[in-house]
């Protein structure tokens, strides 16, 4: 087992790819705290995993809070001991919307659970790894925080900046045995369309001919194995970088 007896917090975890990240690190002998503002949801996913002989807790987090992340954190170190993995994954979507129509109340939104949320999580485990001398952190982030057009412009910035805090963090710390790194997946079968609000008709039909050369959608459990490899040693050299797992989608720009 690749995970033996680690400690990962996955956030996002009711669904889509978290959830398949949780399923993996806990077949893989990690202990699980699956967060997620559904707390019915990781509920359920912690019942998979126990159900199948895994460890795994659920706890319900709004990534866009500090008090939650803290007791999202703090609730991994009272319940197994310490923390080894987080695993910063939850977001949602925009409406496609280009800059001449976002609304602030959507674009703070956004902001607050795909970047300020990573932020957050990761300063909260930063003195834990830093005491540890040892740390991974693996950011859920996308294709559309490397290229311009796979969404909205609200999306699109937020995801880039979670790339720039990744590169940051994975550099800052280098010597500090922690590791940062992203995942930037392409189109993924998942509930994401769920997060989808008020379409805009104009940025939805600038966005589909970029769309229109995704060679197939992936599962999530696709970008779990990815999940898995930067949690993993076996990635040891791996740090403050992004690995795109689409299908060869973006080899086409
Ligand atoms: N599906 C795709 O095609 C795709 C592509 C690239 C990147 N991504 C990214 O992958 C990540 C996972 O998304 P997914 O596709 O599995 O979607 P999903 O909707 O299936 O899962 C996302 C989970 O995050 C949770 N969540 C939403 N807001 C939250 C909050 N404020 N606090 C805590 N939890 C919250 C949801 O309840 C849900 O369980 C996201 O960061 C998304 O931006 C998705």
């Known amino acids: 087992m690749k995970l033996q007896d680690k400690v990962a917090v996955v956030t996002g975890a009711a669904s889509g790819m978290g959830k398949a990240i949780a399923e993996t ?73 280009p800059v001449g129509d976002i609304l602030d109340e959507r674009w703070d939104l956004i902001f607050d659970i795909n970047t300020k949320g990573v932020m957050r999580a990761m300063r909260k485990a930063i003195p834990i790894f830093l005491e540890k001398g040892k740390g991974n952190i693996i950011n859920t982030a996308s294709t559309g925080g490397l290229n311009g057009a796979h969404a909205g412009a609200t999306y699109g910035a937020s995801k880039h900046a979670v790339i720039g805090l990744t590169k940051n963090t994975g550099y800052m710390y280098a010597q500090k045995g922690i590791r940062c790194n992203a995942i930037a997946p392409g189109a993924v079968a998942t509930n994401i369309s769920a997060s989808m609000k008020n379409i805009n008709a104009f940025g939805m039909e600038r966005t589909k001919v970029v769309q229109g050369v995704i060679p197939r959608v992936g599962q999530p459990e696709e970008i779990a194995q990815v999940a898995l490899f930067l949690a993993s040693d076996e990635s040891s050299f791996v740090n403050g970088t992004v690995i795109t797992a689409d299908g060869g989608w973006t080899a086409a720009f």
């Open 25 to 97: 690190y806990a077949r893989e002998g990690a202990k699980v705290i699956v967060a997620d503002l559904n707390l019915e949801g990781a509920e359920a996913v912690v019942k998979e995993i126990t159900d199948n002989g895994g460890i795994a807790k659920a706890v319900q987090v709004n990534v866009a809070k500090q008090e939650d992340i803290d007791n999202m954190i703090d609730t991994a170190v009272n319940e197994y001991g310490t923390l080894d993995i987080l695993v910063n994954n939850a977001g949602i979507m925009d409406g496609f919307e």
